[in-house]
């Protein structure tokens, strides 16, 4: 059999004339695409298998080009496959090595698809690889918070807003709001496997193909659920690169935000958390400096992640219809939002592992502020039937009284309060005890001890049904 025996790309009959270096070196992807040749492998048999199947090519060209495709797929696990930056990407280094082995009849490959239907195909084969990784990630970070949080239920902290003490809360609490962030972000990831599910490949490159070809068959073997209803669109659609650079950035907000937290609360200032000496790096000049700079980096490499998002978009907002050069690009994005995430992840569960609450300086805090101050208020409403406004009104008074004799609430007597409020009782002390208050908000979601254990045992449980469910869909 012949061999290709010019050498050359595929459309150089056509285009006669050399393409310049400068444009070579822009227009190919190889060293980005590189990574899809799994999934153009895999795809491109259950092509040929579907070609013969339909009687388009026999058996003998079916096992030659399956055989091939298979012996590329060894040599590239192997690092034995030579690549070739004149053939722009992996799809054509792979089928100009498929020429190489199997000859002439390696052409066949190539019937009734196109490398727009091709590439998108690997593609979104491989996103579905990728958001599995990050919800099995997320898995492991809402497993690790859950730990922590089960460990610090009666750890009382201050609860902040605008960064002063507000109210006293649960650690476990506190931790347990990060739980249902990563639970959405898991949310968000498992979402993107609806447009993920239909199968591109036998569009061509935008009118669909006079081959009856058979796209039920691929999307079943390549596991779709349905294949894509309109042709020109499915070349043209990066609205699932969106949705997953997307559920990247809000990802990286949660990470950004749990880490800005522990920079903060690791501060000098603050001092309710201890960071382990595995997650803290030196100084280069003062000898006693212990950085938090695992969580620095987390912070910083955030931004990364949404100018993926930012530059997609922006691809995106001005291209007709369908398929154009510029959205070579996307695939680079989703790269190193994918990259990063993961990386984020993995070192945000050291942390986690490595870092202990200071319980006694964090109760320390929350007994500073006047944290029960709502508390006071909300005991006149029960008790004294007194309208809200009217309960707020007495209470900041008591406040600035304690705070002109540099007292707490817990430390004024009963005399004190009675001169500011005269119809408040001894009762009244109960209501300045920090462990009170945080049991007393038993509301649906509120902080008390009984209601973090109750949803503590609900995240596990729904965690094993949810692994369950994930496992059967996707494994």
């Given at each position: ?15 006669r ?6 444009y070579?070196k ?7 695409d590189?990574?899809l ?11 040929v298998e579907?070609l013969?199947k339909q009687?388009?090519i026999?058996?003998k060209?079916?096992?030659k080009?399956v055989?091939g ?9 192997k ?6 930056e004149?053939?722009e ?12 082995l199997?000859?002439e009849?390696?052409g ?6 196109s ?6 195909t690997?593609?979104?084969?491989w996103l579905?690889?990728?958001n ?10 809402i ?5 922590k ?7 009382i902290m201050?609860g902040?807003t605008h960064?002063k003490?507000a109210?006293a809360?649960?650690?476990?609490h506190?931790?347990?709001?990060y739980?249902?962030m990563?639970?959405r972000?898991?949310?968000?990831f ?5 447009s993920?599910d239909?199968?591109p490949l036998g ?7 006079s081959?009856?070809i058979d ?5 079943k ?8 209803k309109n042709?020109?669109?499915t070349?043209?659609?990066r609205?699932f690169?969106i ?6 950035s809000a990802?990286?907000?949660?990470i ?8 903060i ?15 803290v790096t030196?100084s280069s000049i ?10 620095e ?7 990364g992640i949404?100018g993926?998002l ?9 291209l007709?219809?369908?398929y154009?050069k510029d959205?070579q ?5 989703v790269?190193?939002?994918f990259d990063?995430?993961?990386?984020s992840?993995i070192?945000?569960?050291d ?8 319980k006694k300086?964090?109760l ?8 029960t101050?709502?508390?006071l208020a909300?005991y006149m409403?029960?008790e004294l ?6 309960a ?11 705070e002109?004799n540099?007292k707490k609430?817990s430390?004024l007597t ?5 001169k500011?409020?005269?119809n ?6 109960k209501v300045?005890?920090l462990?009170n208050?945080?049991n007393s ?7 008390s001890?009984?209601n973090?254990k109750?949803m503590i045992?609900?995240?596990?449980k729904n ?7 994930f496992?059967?869909f996707?494994?």
């Open positions: 059999m012949s061999k290709n025996k010019n050498n050359q790309p595929i459309w150089s009959t056509r285009i004339k050399n393409s310049q270096n400068l070579k822009i227009g190919g992807s190889l060293s980005i590189k990574r040749f799994n999934e153009d492998i895999e795809a491109s048999i259950v092509h579907m013969f009687k388009i026999n058996f060209v079916k096992n080009i055989w495709l298979n012996r590329i797929k060894n040599e590239i696990i690092k034995k496959f030579l690549y070739d004149k053939y990407d992996i799809h054509m280094n792979i089928e100009k090595r498929l020429f190489d199997v000859g009849e390696a066949y490959i190539h019937t009734a698809r490398r727009n239907d091709q590439v998108i690997d593609f979104k084969i579905k690889k990728a599995k990784e990050i919800i099995k990630n997320l898995d492991m970070t497993n690790n918070i859950l730990k949080a089960n460990k610090n239920v009666e750890t201050p902040f960064l003490n109210q809360v649960s650690f476990a506190y931790l347990l709001a739980v249902e990563f639970n972000d898991k949310k968000r498992n979402s993107n496997f609806d993920l239909e199968n569009v061509a490159a935008l009118t669909g193909t081959f009856k796209r039920f068959y691929t999307t073997k390549l596991n779709f659920k349905n294949p894509t042709s020109i669109d070349v043209s659609d609205d690169v949705d997953f650079l997307y559920s990247c990802c990286a907000i949660h950004s935000r749990i880490a800005e937290e522990f920079i609360w690791n501060s000098d200032a603050f001092k309710l958390i201890v960071l382990n000496d595995k997650i030196g003062m000898p006693q400096k212990k950085n938090p700079d695992p969580l980096y987390l912070r910083g490499k955030t931004g949404f993926n930012f530059s997609m978009l922006t691809i995106l907002k001005g007709p219809l369908s154009f959205l690009d996307d695939k680079e994005l790269f190193k939002s990063q995430l993961k990386n992840l070192i945000l569960n942390i986690l592992k490595n870092f202990s609450s200071d300086r964090m320390e805090l929350a007994e500073s502020g006047f944290l101050a709502t508390d909300d409403v029960r039937n007194y309208p809200f406004r009217k707020y009104l007495q209470t900041a008074k008591i406040v600035n009284f304690a002109k540099k609430l430390e009963i005399e004190e309060i009675k500011i409020e005269k408040l009782t001894t009762d009244v002390m300045f005890d462990k208050s945080i908000k038993s509301s649906y979601g509120g902080t001890f009984e973090i109750k045992k609900s995240y596990k965690k094993k049904w949810q692994k369950k469910l496992y059967y996707f494994v």
